[in-house]
Nanobody, 121 residues
């Protein structure tokens, strides 16, 4: 079955950087949307960034565009998705989740367990 495992969260000062990783396994992921979402305390989960594996199309939430970059790296039986986060702000504090779905389907059926990102002021 599909498994998504995040890593790389932590505590960083405002203005700093972090790189999150998501190891995806269980499929070949040829036409999939692999995305990052986040949920801050007391707020709803929100979209952060998307990468479409069929053509490497990317999309970003306006709040992170220009600061965050989503990318991927393929291995033999897995695919890793990264979220490079620069110029971090306290408002970026949240649990970050990796999510996956086949392109053209809705909603996201597969989710990781989440990784905490805390940005101190």
């Amino acid at each position: 079955q599909v498994q998504l495992v995040e890593s790389g969260g932590g505590l960083v000062q405002a203005g700093g950087s972090l790189r999150l990783s998501c190891a995806a396994s269980g499929r070949r992921f040829r036409s999939w949307d692999l995305s990052w979402f986040r949920q801050a305390p007391g707020k709803e989960r929100e979209f952060v960034a998307l990468l479409s594996t069929s053509d490497d199309t990317t999309a970003y939430a306006p709040s992170v565009k220009g600061r965050f970059t989503i990318s991927r790296d393929n291995a033999k039986n897995t695919i890793s998705i990264y979220l490079q986060m620069n110029s971090l702000k306290p408002d970026d504090t949240a649990v970050y989740y990796c999510a996956g779905r086949q392109t053209g389907t809705y909603p996201y059926h597969y989710w990781g367990q989440g990784t905490q990102v805390t940005v101190s002021s």
